[in-house]
């Protein structure tokens, strides 16, 4: 759905006059439809949606410590900054202390490769200084929650035809409670709807493991455990 077919939508449900346009709008219902669509892509945007992530890779430069971020840069997944030519982990991102420390005492110039993201605009900065040319993979969270329709993507709706990157639905449920809020209607029910719904979408799109509770652990061979016999335990 386009950020107009939604606020159509949206205003069909509540009983709203149903706006023809609303970028560029002169009609206050509309611009403040846009407005609450916006805000409603801005919240969800703080929410780590496998969406929104990408992966970013560059080489290192002999003696050069900092890196420039993506263009789209928003911020780092925790634990994915991989040196991938040497197949380990780059641990990070340093406190200000750490960094500190790292970066102003020996282990500047020897040990395992450490980051931070810090400065304007961000920088990766690597302690010790890369000494040989490695690849940096590492995954970030884009900062870009829609799309044109002609495949641009983009910081927020802008124009009538762009789509959301994240969910449709809770776009327009987070649309629906908010201006029904800024109208001064009931909005109680909308509102818990769409945070049920946020946290149920969210947890399907990551996708995760099942984490089974009090189950016996078979192993291989079916047993309770490798160091604890599967008979006569406990008697």
Known sequence: MTLLSIAQRVA??????????????????ARQMFALANATLEQLGKMNWPELD???????VVEQVAYAVPADYDRFVTDTAFIATQYYQARGSLSANEWARRRNGMSSLT?????RVFGYPAKIQFVPAPQVVQTVVIEYVSKNLS?????????LFVTDTDTSI???????MGLKWRIKHAKGLDYSEDFNA??????????????????????RYGGDEGLASPYIPDTGYGT
């Open 12 to 29: 069909d449900e509540v009983g709203l006059p149903r706006p023809a346009a609303l970028a560029g709008s002169t009609d206050q219902l």
């Open 54 to 60: 990408s992966t970013y890779s560059f080489p290192t």
């Open 111 to 115: 040990g395992w490769a450490r980051y």
């Open 147 to 155: 799309v044109g329709d002609d495949g641009t993507a983009k910081l």
């Open 166 to 172: 994240v969910s449709e639905e809770l776009v327009r």
């Open 194 to 215: 769409y945070e049920r719904r946020t946290a149920e979408v969210f947890a399907q799109r990551l996708n995760l493991g099942s984490m089974p509770v009090a189950h």
